[in-house]
């Protein structure tokens, strides 16, 4: 027969398991509305990066609430960024690839995409890739 004792032991360590939140629940580290850039220059690899930390205020990136207002505009999707509409660029093959990660309103943040230049990438998404 299992003692007491036993039973005891094995509950808790039930109901510490049933508790903890699965690996696709568990929130991001980090604060809640902050966003690590970056846009690679896809012919040489130079890297150029910027943190976007936003709420209450933006900060540590050059245009930190204009970057903060687009993505809260965009619901956190940088899909749906609407940068500069109406821009014309020329069709210059020189590629970007733009990448986010972090958290925004809590949920977790990555992203990434590739652009024909960096005038494109800004025209879909300036603010927040204008640095």
Known sequence: MISLRIRAAVAAAVLAVLASPSPA????????????????????????????????TGEGHPQAQAACDAVDAAGGDLNRLTGMPRTL?????????ASATGSWAGRLVQWQQTFGNSCELRTKTAPVFGF
């Open 25 to 56: 629940q568990a929130r991001p580290v980090g604060r809640p509305w902050e966003l690590s850039l970056a846009v690679q220059d896809d012919r040489t690899g130079t890297t150029t990066r910027a943190e976007l930390v936003c709420h209450p």
């Open 89 to 97: 660029c020329y069709h210059l093959s020189q590629p970007v690839t």
